[in-house]
């Protein structure tokens, strides 16, 4: 059986020596790639073609990657964005998920990284649910948001009141990272004077009960910066 399936993906990257191996690869996958060096083209290429996935580089000529981003979602752009930089500095990268990126790849990063990475993403994309009914991760995990129940395989999983939010946090943001402030803000809120190791203890003890579970959905920490759940196996 033969399932074509094109994805649209555009490449924001100035620098030819990285752009060309890049685009070369993810048309190796299959997927349409345009590529355009500047942030004034990728607003532009966007607004008229609406990509599934920007792969965007930080250092760009004329805009910072970051004002980039931060325009796309502002003009209603809902397809994934990936950064790519090659600024180590983790405050870069909270300010990228906060400004609406969905994932970063930091330079120099292998092909294999990035092909897993985009795989993953167009996959979450493909399988976007309104929020305010049931995730079910590719393994079968169900997180019911509306009767913020969980299960697998018909099984129920008993969590707290705080350790659903995380989860139904994470999970709605499948294959993506979400800052440990984003999660902080969300779950605890503004007049929580704790310290931020209780998010620690809590993804602790979902981690012990999701695996009690048998599920082999994964709550990976990104050091610094947050967390990302993804399905395993
Ligand atoms: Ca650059």
């Given at each position: 059986m033969l399932v074509v399936m094109t994805h649209d993906v555009l490449v924001v990257e100035d620098e030819e020596d990285i752009a060309l191996p890049l685009v070369r690869t993810l048309e190796r996958e299959g997927y349409h790639v345009s590529r355009v060096a500047t942030g004034e083209a990728a607003l532009d290429h966007v607004d008229h073609e609406q990509p599934e996935l920007v792969l965007l580089d930080l250092g760009l000529p004329d805009m910072d990657g970051i004002d980039v981003c931060r325009k796309l979602?502002?003009?209603?752009?809902d397809g994934a964005i990936m950064m790519v930089t090659a600024r180590a500095g983790e405050?870069?990268?909270?300010?990228?998920?906060?400004?609406?990126?969905?994932?970063?790849?930091?330079?120099?990063?292998?092909?294999?990284?990035?092909?897993?990475?985009?795989?993953?993403?167009?996959?979450?994309?493909?399988?976007?649910?309104?929020?305010?009914?049931?995730?079910?991760?590719?393994?079968?995990?169900?997180?019911?948001?509306?009767?913020?129940?969980?299960?697998?395989?018909?099984?129920?999983?008993?969590?707290?009141?705080?350790?659903?939010?995380?989860?139904?946090?994470?999970?709605?943001?499948?294959d993506r990272v979400v800052s440990r402030d984003t999660l902080m803000n969300e779950v605890w809120d503004?007049?929580?004077?704790?310290?931020?190791?209780?998010?620690?203890?809590?993804?602790?003890?979902?981690?012990?009960?999701?695996?009690?579970?048998?599920?082999?959905?994964?709550?990976?920490?990104?050091?610094?910066?947050?967390?990302?759940f993804e399905t395993g196996g």
């Open positions: 979602r502002s003009d209603g752009f405050l870069d990268l909270v300010v990228g998920l906060d400004v609406g990126a969905d994932d970063y790849l930091a330079k120099p990063f292998g092909l294999a990284e990035l092909q897993a990475r985009v795989r993953a993403l167009l996959r979450r994309s493909a399988a976007r649910v309104p929020q305010d009914t049931a995730v079910v991760t590719p393994s079968g995990l169900r997180v019911d948001t509306a009767a913020r129940r969980v299960s697998l395989r018909d099984e129920e999983i008993q969590l707290t009141a705080k350790e659903f939010d995380v989860l139904a946090l994470l999970a709605t943001h499948h503004e007049n929580w004077f704790g310290s931020t190791k209780t998010l620690d203890v809590t993804i602790g003890r979902l981690r012990g009960k999701l695996e009690a579970a048998g599920a082999t959905e994964r709550v990976v920490a990104i050091r610094g910066v947050g967390f990302r």
